[in-house]
């Protein structure tokens, strides 16, 4: 069951990395508006997952401080839609703060 539930994890990692990348090259190219078509042909772009954490850890990371906090996870979730709770968003912060030092950097998401 434990190595179901991180395989779980892993997945669901993988495809939020994925969405905050679409999101980005979307941001970068269309100021921020794709039809369907220009999704699944972003989605079908072969990407590797260094590349796709780099772009989502500088979604996250606006003002180049080489690590986000909380408050920039929920700055981006709102932005995406997800209105989640405090409680959700300090859950995904535990989960990315790897080294528990009280911010998210990309050596955290890479380990």
Same mark, same amino acid.
């Given at each position: 069951?434990?190595?179901?539930?991180?395989?779980?994890?892993?997945?669901?990692?993988?495809?939020?990395?994925?969405?905050?990348?679409?999101?980005?090259?979307?941001?970068?190219?269309?100021?921020?508006?794709?039809?369907?078509?220009?999704?699944?042909?972003?989605?079908?772009?072969?990407?590797?997952?260094? #590349? $796709?954490?780099?772009?989502? /850890?500088?979604?996250? *990371?606006?003002?180049?401080? &080489?690590?986000?906090?909380?408050? !920039?996870?929920?700055?981006?979730?709102?932005?995406?839609?997800?209105?989640?709770?405090? #409680? $959700?968003?300090?859950?995904? /912060?535990?989960?990315? *703060?790897?080294?528990?030092? &009280?911010?998210?950097?990309?050596? !955290?998401?890479?380990?």
């Amino acid at each position: 069951e434990h190595i179901h539930m991180q395989h779980t994890h892993v997945h669901n990692t993988y495809t939020y990395i994925r969405s905050v990348h679409t999101y980005n090259v979307c941001l970068k190219t269309r100021n921020g508006e794709i039809d369907f078509e220009e999704f699944l042909s972003i989605m079908s772009r072969p990407v590797s997952l260094k #590349d $796709e954490i780099k772009s989502a /850890f500088e979604i996250f *990371d606006q003002s180049n401080r &080489g690590f986000f906090d909380f408050s !920039d996870i929920k700055r981006v979730m709102h932005s995406l839609g997800e209105n989640l709770t405090d #409680d $959700e968003v300090q859950e995904m /912060f535990r989960e990315a *703060d790897i080294d528990k030092d &009280g911010r998210v950097t990309i050596e !955290d998401l890479t380990a």
